[in-house]
């Protein structure tokens, strides 16, 4: 599976963008996906994750309310709705795939097989 992540802008606090992650190969029907962000020198941090086959979907406490995660089967692609924006928000966002991943792992970036690149959020106040 290759991933590649997009939408990444600048934006007022309080406003809006979505991210992208378009996948090549096998359907992410079969993979768990997930968001993760990491701002420069620090760990990354998860943001969503969803078990597509289950319908299991599990936020950070930091995003919920805020952000939603979806998918266009069609299309192969998996995206991040951000709303309410706040200048935290702003770092760089990756998405990511795995087989395999049980509920409880979905916050873990070990459990996850395949990364697309960063794209850069920036929220402005």
Same mark, same amino acid.
């Given at each position: ?5 997009? /939408?990444?802008?600048? @934006?007022?606090?309080?406003? %809006?963008?979505?991210? %992208?992650? +378009? ?9 768990? #996906? ?5 701002? &420069? ?5 998860? +943001? ?7 319908? #299991?979907?599990?936020?950070?406490? %930091? @995003?919920?309310?805020?952000? =939603? ?8 692609t998996v995206y991040l709705q951000m709303n #309410?924006?706040? &200048?935290?928000?702003? +770092? ?5 795939? /795995? ?6 792992? $979905?916050?873990? &970036? ?5 990364? /697309?690149? /960063? =794209? $850069?959020?920036? @929220?402005? #106040?």
């Amino acid at each position: 599976v290759q991933l590649q992540a997009s /939408g990444g802008g600048l @934006v007022q606090a309080g406003g %809006s963008l979505r991210l %992208s992650c +378009v996948a090549s190969g096998p359907t992410l029907s079969d993979y768990a #996906s997930g968001w993760f962000r990491q701002a &420069p020198g620090k760990e990354r941090e998860f +943001v969503v994750g969803i078990r597509w086959s289950a319908g #299991s979907t599990r936020y950070a406490d %930091s @995003v919920k309310g805020r952000f =939603t995660i979806s998918r266009d089967r069609a299309k192969n692609t998996v995206y991040l709705q951000m709303n #309410s924006l706040k &200048p935290e928000d702003t +770092v760089i966002y990756s998405c990511a795939a /795995g087989q395999r991943i049980i509920y409880s792992n $979905l916050d873990e &970036p070990s459990s996850y097989n395949y990364w /697309g690149q /960063g =794209t $850069l959020v920036t @929220v402005s #106040s």
